[in-house]
């Protein structure tokens, strides 16, 4: 895993003689390792423990270089010396964070996922299944008492989406003209120019 050879870089950076500090270390693994974990962290949270077991032992042995502990100490100081959470709860509060920006999207397709009756009663029936990312944050959600927490809406990004004005940006070619490089062209040219705007907006105020 690219993950696991990057621990040699901490290794190489925690030498007894010379090498970077604590802080240093923590601020590398954050930056090089623990970025690579996040990344789609809301999809494989779906695995089975087995299998996130290995990104545990990959987090557990990083912390263990970055704070110079001993191959025995428990966890759980490791997570409280180096002021890191337990990559279960940080995938608990990245996937919460994940559903509040998708709340304050109007229209975002995860806002109207939900999963069927049929299909509630059989991951009821059999709890070893897990549920989907929309079950899993709402349950999550809901047991943080945070499912009523009122979210605002952004409407920023709304024209780029307005069916009506993709429309008009393609009204002037022709079906057999069309291609996804054109669309690709156009969608660009519209979308760098509507930041350009919002850009000059924000330095005049």
Known sequence: ????????????L????????RTSLLRIYQAVILSSIDYGCMVYGSARPTVLGRLDTIHH????????????????SLHNISHQL???????KISALYSFRAHSVR????????LPAGLRRLYAARPSHILPLCERTKMLLHDSDLNNVSVQLSDLFQDLINP?????????FSP?????????????RRLEIRWTCWLWCGISI
């Open 1 to 12: 895993m690219k993950c696991e050879r990057s621990l040699n870089i901490l290794k190489d």
């Open 14 to 21: 925690s030498r007894t003689t010379w090498g970077a500090d």
């Open 61 to 76: 042995s990083a912390l263990r270089i970055c704070t110079g502990a001993f191959r025995t100490s428990p966890v759980e």
């Open 86 to 92: 337990p990559l279960d709860s940080r995938r608990q």
């Open 107 to 114: 229209n975002h397709p995860i806002n109207r996922l939900s």
């Open 164 to 172: 009506q004005l993709l429309r008009l940006l393609f009204n002037n």
């Open 176 to 188: 057999p003209s069309l291609s996804v490089f054109l669309f690709r062209t156009n969608f660009y």
